[in-house]
């Protein structure tokens, strides 16, 4: 058979064995341009997770990063005590519950108590901010049911976050109350040895046993409120206190208007109504007070 032009027409054999042909020579092609398009990818990929591995054994090689030295503590100064042991009531009614972002939880334990008074248990650390950040609000609180003696002054961990937060130390303080009980464990100081801090206070093994039971995820700060209540963490937001020295902190708990009064003083109030049930509402004018029963309404349990 012929075609139009003259010339013999392919055989349908022939047709089939030309198209296969083609077939394969377009599979073939497509196949290069995928290796093609892989090689641009992978490649690059390549390098990256090479890249990533060298950095990762080098990290390994180097160690962890090293904690830095914070200020040594020292005695807190008289200006500082008196403003943050003495904050006005007017203030304390004004700020009420303030900002306070997580407010002590209720918790199902035997009665904390020492000498025939409840008790609060305190464990922290000098280096901690968010420990750095609570003890403001529980020095404010505490001090409207006895005095403290001895309180130092320092600053958190220069390298956590919320570096070098200003803040007293609980560390060789003492308290005195005719309601309340208190012991305050600052476990490890500011002053950096190896990857970590130097040793400081250490815990009775009654009260490690409170902390190995009610603290399993070993967060601090850790503070039990007479076995009734339990706070772990910071209570308001640590950043208001960045910045600023000792003398700003304790001065700006007698502004309400102030972010600082407003964190602190809020959970001061928080934690005098805890400290209230405890105590069967004693002294009464300041477990009456507005801006403790205001606090009152922020507890569970």
Not at 157 to 170: A, I, N
Not at 204 to 230: E, H, M
Not at 235 to 254: E, F, M
Request: hydrophobic share 40%; glycine share 10%; proline share 6%.
């Amino acid at each position: 058979m012929t075609s139009s032009s003259g010339k013999p027409r392919p055989s349908a054999a022939a047709q089939r064995l030309a198209a296969q042909r083609t077939a394969a020579v377009q599979t073939r092609i497509a196949a290069e341009r995928r290796r093609a398009r892989m090689k641009r990818v992978v490649v690059p990929l390549s390098v990256v997770v090479l890249l990533l591995a060298i950095l990762v054994v080098v990290k390994v090689a180097s160690g962890p990063d090293k904690a830095k030295s914070g200020t040594a503590a020292t005695a807190a100064s008289g200006s500082v005590i008196a403003d943050v042991t003495s904050v006005p009531l007017s203030v304390l009614n004004t700020v009420g519950a303030g900002s306070i972002t997580t407010p002590p939880t209720a918790l199902s334990a035997p009665a904390l108590t020492a000498g025939g008074l409840p008790r609060v248990l305190y464990v922290g650390a000098e280096y901690c901010p968010y420990c750095a950040t609570e003890r403001w609000a529980m020095v404010v609180a505490l001090a409207r049911f006895g005095t403290f003696t001895g309180l130092g002054q320092t600053e958190s961990s220069p390298s956590d976050v919320y570096p070098s937060t200003q803040t007293l130390t609980f560390h060789g303080a003492t308290y005195t109350s005719s309601y309340l009980s208190f012991t305050g464990k600052e476990l490890e100081s500011n002053q950096a040895s190896g990857s970590g801090y130097a040793p400081l206070d250490t815990l009775s093994a009654a009260d490690q046993a409170i902390v190995t039971k009610y603290n399993s995820s070993g967060g601090i700060p850790f503070v039990d409120i007479g076995g009734k209540y339990l706070i772990s963490g910071a209570s308001y937001d640590p950043q208001v206190l960045q910045g600023k020295t000792h003398a700003q902190i304790a001065a700006a708990l007698s502004d309400p208007t102030s972010a600082i009064a407003k964190g602190a003083d809020g959970t001061a109030n928080v934690i005098t109504a805890a400290l209230c049930q405890l105590t069967g509402n004693k002294p009464a004018a300041v477990c009456t007070s507005a801006g403790v029963l205001a606090g009152a309404k922020k507890l569970s349990g």
